[in-house]
């Protein structure tokens, strides 16, 4: 019998809304990478953080067994432990309090959740908006009308094999936003480009 090797989810992540989820799905296809992402409504809606502890409350997140029938994660089931696997979670900061922002982004909101070890806070200060200003991607503010155009025009979906070109336009977004404090963005691109190397 020939022996399969199985290309297991590295990651998982949930978007705030339409312009994360362009950017994902931007940095995904051009790596070609085993990635899942998850939005609310396609990122028509948007996901905050005051709502991400009912999030992982419930349906595949809820308990380690759901989430590996869901998801084809690498588990040591001896050990009930996720191997090779993080839990991205890219979220604008703007629609809540300082004390929540604060306990999203150290992690804290998180402490009694099983996921907890596996999930790596991604913030944007105020909002992804700001980052791509200070990045000099976008030069001005646009409206919320205009956001799902704009961004997939700047983050394109790639449709052509993996190459030294695709890998270098997500290295370029990197370098972008690399010494913008607001942000750790780049934690989640280092993850990916990893990855690559890896495979």
């Given at each position: ?139 001005k503010r ?43 963005l780049y ?13």
């Amino acid at each position: 019998m020939p022996s399969y090797k199985i290309n297991y989810t590295r990651c998982l992540v949930i978007v705030h809304g339409k312009s994360e989820l362009n950017m994902v799905k931007y940095i995904k296809t051009n790596l070609h990478l085993p990635i899942i992402i998850h939005s609310k409504e396609n990122g028509k809606s948007s996901i905050q953080i005051t709502g991400l502890e009912k999030l992982i409350s419930g349906g595949s997140f809820q308990t380690i067994t759901r989430f590996t029938k869901e998801y084809t994660v690498e588990y040591d089931k001896k050990n009930k432990v996720l191997k090779n696997f993080k839990l991205f979670i890219i979220m604008d900061t703007d629609d809540c309090d300082d004390v929540t922002k604060n306990k999203y982004i150290t992690g804290q909101l998180f402490d009694s959740h099983w996921l907890k070890p596996y999930i790596v806070p991604i913030y944007n200060i105020n909002n992804l908006e700001d980052i791509m200003i200070k990045a000099k991607i976008m030069c001005k503010r646009i409206s919320d009308n205009e956001k799902g155009t704009f961004y997939a025009k700047i983050f394109p979906i790639n449709t052509k094999p993996l190459s030294y070109n695709t890998i270098e336009q997500v290295n370029k977004l990197k370098n972008s936003i690399l010494g913008i404090k607001e942000t750790n963005l780049y934690e989640f691109i280092d993850f990916c480009l990893d990855i690559v190397d890896a495979l």
